[in-house]
């Protein structure tokens, strides 16, 4: 159990430019789950898989927003044409529900993204 | 919807004093209910979790909480607090049936600060 791994850690950019995220989760662990945290703030839900199905997106998720889980392994979270407004922590987050539908979410570091 | 409110958004304790750091939900029905820390460049650790039976939960590091239904309420406690407990700490509530479970909402956080 390596634990959840987030690469970057921290993402700088210029406003209008896009930027990917990745996440790796507990191996095997057929959730994923992305938050984000502004400053100040709690994590705030974004959206999770359940093997490679996206199953739901919040509002927060605007169209700019784009999360892959391909093969049911590792995500990416993309956001499109960056805002000020996007400066946030990313986390990702797993978990296993294939056996108990109590088992606990493990975060990640996190990727720290500042848009200038 | 479900909410948190943590009241508290900063407090300051002595080392091997004690604490109680407050949590109020809102859900319309018995929720889950969680808490977790977070230090610096780290990852959101759970330090305990309530779905059912006994209200008083023990989690890692001598922490426990307690839920009362009557008040909305699931707050932290440590009898002696160490200097190592200094961080921020997030309650969050959880949707109970399985696919919502690991979809949370946070609170905005309890910073702690130790003093020797």
């Known amino acids: 159990d390596t634990g959840v791994s987030q690469n970057p850690r921290h993402k700088i950019t210029k406003r209008g430019q896009n930027v990917t995220f990745r996440c790796d989760p507990i191996?095997?662990?057929?959730?994923l789950y992305w938050y984000r945290q502004t400053l100040g703030q709690g994590p705030e839900f974004l959206t999770y898989?359940?093997?490679?199905?996206?199953?739901?997106k919040s509002r927060l998720l605007s169209d700019r927003f784009s999360a892959e889980r391909p093969k049911g392994s590792f995500s990416t979270l993309e956001i499109q044409r960056t805002e000020q407004g996007d400066s946030a922590m990313y986390l990702c987050?797993?978990?296993?529900?294939?056996?108990?539908?109590?088992?606990?979410?493990?975060f990640g570091s996190g990727t720290q993204l500042s848009v200038l | 919807a479900q909410s948190v409110t943590q009241p508290d958004i900063h407090i300051t304790v002595s080392e091997g004093a004690s604490l109680e750091l407050r949590c109020n939900y809102s859900?319309?029905?018995?929720?889950?209910l969680f808490w977790y820390v977070q230090s610096p460049g780290q990852g959101l650790q759970l330090l305990l979790k309530?779905?059912?039976?006994?209200?008083l939960v023990q989690g890692i590091k001598g922490f426990e909480a307690e839920f009362k239904r009557s008040q909305s309420s699931f707050n932290l406690r440590k009898p002696s607090v160490h200097w190592s407990d200094a961080a921020e700490y997030f309650c969050?509530?959880?949707?109970?049936?399985?696919?919502?479970?690991?979809?949370?909402?946070f609170g905005q956080g309890t910073i702690l600060t130790v003093h020797p």
């Open positions: 859900y319309g029905a018995t929720p889950y």
């Open positions: 969050a509530v959880g949707a109970t049936g399985g696919t919502s479970y690991g979809k949370l909402t």
């Open positions: 987050a797993s978990r296993d529900d294939r056996f108990s539908t109590n088992e606990k979410l493990f």
């Open positions: 309530y779905f059912s039976g006994d209200t």
């Open positions: 191996s095997e662990h057929n959730r």
């Open positions: 898989f359940q093997n490679e199905a996206q199953l739901e």
